[in-house]
């Protein structure tokens, strides 16, 4: 569209009314995720050693901080999905997906996501390596664990992506 058509929304003539100002505002302002810049090269650099010394490579928690490794054994364990009931199945994973608790699903994935946030940052990245992260990515939304495409919205990694789709 063009840069006229964006803001005279709503009257075509050369006269901007209230709701033509209003509408121009809004085209204006880009959603947050768009942007974000929490995660860089340069922070991977620095916070990921630190994250893996508290976390381990599984996600699971070091036995160098017991607490950490507690805290994430206790909350995975609590959220176990129940067995054959269909109404329980159904709040529970309507439940994990509002909350905000983070288990060692997650914690794994962060690892795995910033291993491919780096191939897609850098520029010397071949096509054949963008498109195994691309991939990979499909096929963690496909198996449908809500932890991890947690950890894959949270990243923002499909924002990388499309600059390659």
């Given at each position: 569209?063009?840069?006229?058509?964006?803001?005279?929304?709503?009257?075509?003539?050369?006269?901007?009314?209230?709701?033509?100002?209003?509408?121009?505002?809004?085209?204006?302002?880009?959603?947050?995720?768009?942007?974000?810049?929490?995660?860089?090269?340069?922070?991977?650099?620095?916070?990921?050693?630190?994250?893996?010394?508290?976390?381990?490579?599984?996600?699971?928690?070091?036995?160098?901080?017991?607490?950490?490794m507690d805290y994430v054994r206790y909350?995975?364990?609590?959220?176990?999905p129940p067995k054959?009931?269909?109404?329980?199945?159904?709040?529970?994973?309507?439940?994990?997906?509002?909350?905000?608790?983070?288990?060692?699903?997650?914690?794994?994935?962060?690892?795995?996501?910033?291993?491919?946030?780096?191939?897609?940052?850098?520029?010397?990245?071949?096509?054949?390596?963008?498109?195994?992260?691309?991939?990979?990515?499909?096929?963690?939304?496909?198996?449908?664990?809500?932890?991890?495409?947690?950890?894959?919205?949270?990243?923002?990694?499909?924002?990388?992506?499309?600059?390659?789709?």
């Open positions: 569209m063009s840069d006229r058509r964006l803001s005279h929304f709503f009257n075509p003539t050369e006269a901007r009314d209230y709701t033509d100002r209003v509408w121009d505002k809004n085209m204006k302002i880009t959603p947050f995720c768009f942007n974000s810049n929490n995660w860089s090269l340069y922070l991977n650099s620095v916070a990921n050693s630190l994250m893996r010394e508290a976390l381990g490579d599984a996600g699971v928690g070091s036995a160098n901080h017991q607490v950490i909350i995975t364990e609590k959220r176990k054959f009931e269909i109404d329980a199945n159904i709040r529970y994973f309507n439940n994990q997906c509002t909350e905000n608790v983070k288990t060692v699903d997650y914690f794994n994935e962060i690892f795995v996501l910033t291993k491919n946030m780096v191939v897609l940052c850098n520029p010397k990245s071949g096509p054949i390596s963008i498109k195994v992260v691309i991939n990979y990515l499909l096929t963690v939304i496909n198996a449908r664990n809500v932890d991890k495409i947690r950890a894959i919205l949270d990243s923002r990694i499909l924002l990388k992506c499309l600059n390659f789709l």
